[in-house]
């Protein structure tokens, strides 16, 4: 069945570091790809999303590529914050599905 | 995009006991989904909730430990029955359009069972 695998954590940088958090998937059919964070004592919110191969999802300077040929969607930031400290999902949904498969998460801390 | 009101956010409850959580939303949705997120784990589908029928619920879990109400299209309630230390985790609630929307979270309710 369809999977997401990311990147252990935690993962510590220091302020105004470049981050990466690989996820890869496995899936049968051509799924949309999502990035959620989930900010201490809060709910998921949606960080970005693809939803076809070569697709570039961004938002709050978080960037992510849909790479159909090696099956990833890598978060990338160049320049990370204090306040980007959290917790990152990588999801996908498969076409036609309304649930999303999610990664077992990972922890980013940033220190000042 | 939707915003949840999810309460309580946090309970501390005796073992053998039931909790319910509810869920108000702003806006009218077809669909929402329970979630398990146990200690430093993903996210579990506990079920579907669809106004006007009965909760679908994943496998691993069952209508009598975890009953499912959905009396209209902005709200729902989900009990956690008969309670042990391992119910412990966070629960949230989630509505959207599909997931290539992207869907709205609740901000989760932390349960602590003793």
């Known amino acids: 069945g369809d999977s997401v695998t990311q990147m252990e954590g935690p993962v510590t940088l220091s302020e105004e570091a470049f981050l990466t958090i690989n996820c890869t998937y496995t899936?049968?059919?051509?799924?949309?790809l999502f990035w959620y964070v989930q900010y201490p004592g809060e709910g998921l919110q949606l960080l970005l999303k693809a939803t076809k191969a070569d697709d570039k999802g961004s938002n709050k300077g978080f960037e992510a590529t849909y790479r159909k040929e090696t099956t990833s969607f890598h978060l990338e930031k160049g320049s990370v914050q204090v306040s980007d400290s959290a917790v990152y999902f990588c999801?996908?949904?498969?076409?036609?599905?309304?649930?999303?498969?999610w990664g077992a998460g990972t922890k980013l801390i940033i220190k000042p | 995009s939707a915003v949840i009101s999810q309460k309580p956010s946090r309970d501390i409850c005796q073992r053998g006991t039931s909790l319910t959580i509810q869920c108000q939303v702003d806006?009218?949705?077809?669909?929402m989904f329970w979630y398990r997120q146990q200690p430093g784990q993903s996210l579990t589908l506990i079920a579907t909730a669809n106004q006007g029928s009965e909760a679908t619920y994943e496998s691993g879990f069952v209508i009598d430990k975890f009953p499912i109400s959905r009396p209209n299209l902005t709200f729902s309630t989900l009990t956690v029955s008969n309670m042990s230390p391992e119910d412990s985790s966070i629960y949230l609630c989630?509505?959207?359009?599909?997931?290539?929307?992207?869907?709205?979270f609740g901000s989760g309710t932390r349960l602590t069972v003793v």
């Open positions: 989630s509505v959207g359009l599909s997931a290539d929307y992207g869907y709205t």
């Open positions: 999801a996908l949904s498969d076409e036609g599905n309304y649930q999303l498969i």
């Open positions: 899936a049968t059919g051509y799924p949309s």
């Open positions: 806006s009218q949705v077809t669909m």
